[in-house]
């Protein structure tokens, strides 16, 4: 059910899908958090405290859609393995134990008809033959920036292309993951398609794909037709065509910035995702195209 949200009709909101006030172990309350996001040109926020569901309408007397949210955190016994597992659109829980597994809270989320999140996988430690058979997890974090500001492991790319290789199909998420104790807000976001500003609209998009992550730059169009890529960006430096094994392409701007950018598949791919290199180094991931 993965849309290509370039070419969709409607109109491009930027949010943050994960974030931490004072009711658990962030240092902001909700009302600063909900102002903070509201001043930096954010159309959405989802405020995910640990296994409580906290009140939006901080978010939404700023002036911002408000995504009911919640981060559940548990520990799962097949991976040996703790797991963060960030809920969107939350509609009856307003708590939420934790499971047994990282597939049992999938499910009650899912009962829920809220979208999964795994977070941070690479902080967790988390590899990817652990989640071959996990079902219904919507999104991976490919980008958190607290962790990346605070232990380095921000970043799942291995993750994701290796449970990419293993078949399964999922939306590549970049968040802040706001705790307020360093500079960690406004590092990683989401750009969602939706024809209607609500959070519901956002949430449907988020879990059929039609979104894509940043940190800065944007991408304006991204296609794979007969055997031709193309794409466009703000100006970047390169655009990584991430795929299959040793498949994928790195094309490179020839002497400043470029926003158009094409390749020719050669063979083998099994999907192409895309990644734009802004020159200052910040970048922007496109969820898969399956081929
Ligand atoms: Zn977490
Ligand atoms: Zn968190």
Not at 47 to 67: F, N, P
Not at 100 to 113: P, T, Y
Not at 155 to 166: F, K, P
Request: glycine fraction near 10%; charge should be negative.
């Amino acid at each position: 059910m993965a849309v290509n949200p370039f070419g969709l009709p409607g109109e491009w909101l930027k949010g943050n899908t994960h974030c931490h006030t004072n009711l658990s172990d962030g240092e902001l309350s909700p009302a600063a958090v909900a102002d903070w996001y509201a001043g930096h040109g954010y159309d959405f926020l989802s405020i995910t405290d640990h296994r409580i569901l906290t009140s939006h309408a901080e978010i939404e007397r700023a002036g911002m859609i408000g995504v009911p949210g919640m981060e559940v955190n548990g520990w799962d016994e097949a991976s040996d393995c703790e797991y963060h597992l960030v809920a969107l659109g939350l509609k009856d829980l307003d708590t939420l134990p934790p499971g047994r597994s990282l597939q049992e809270a999938i499910n009650n989320v899912k009962d829920d008809g809220a979208v999964t999140i795994l977070a941070h996988p690479h902080w967790l430690g988390f590899e990817a033959p652990w989640l071959e058979s996990i079902r219904e997890l919507d999104c991976l974090e490919i980008f958190n920036a607290t962790c990346q500001l605070l232990t380095g492991k921000g970043y799942a790319r291995q993750t994701v292309d290796g449970l990419l290789a293993l078949g399964n199909r999922f939306g590549l998420i970049a968040s802040d993951d706001t705790h307020w104790r360093g500079d960690d807000a406004g590092k990683g976001w989401v750009n969602v398609r939706v024809e209607e500003r609500t959070s519901a609209a956002i949430c449907e998009a988020i879990m059929t794909g039609a979104f894509y992550g940043s940190q800065g730059p944007e991408i304006h169009d991204f296609q794979v037709e007969d055997k031709r890529v193309t794409a466009r960006t703000s100006p970047a430096t390169a655009v990584r065509f991430m795929s299959w094994r040793h498949t994928g392409q790195v094309a490179l701007a020839e002497g400043k910035p470029q926003t158009e950018w094409a390749i020719d598949l050669r063979g083998g791919e099994k999907w192409v995702r895309l990644e734009c290199v802004a020159p200052d180094g910040k970048v922007a991931w496109s969820n898969p195209i399956y081929l």
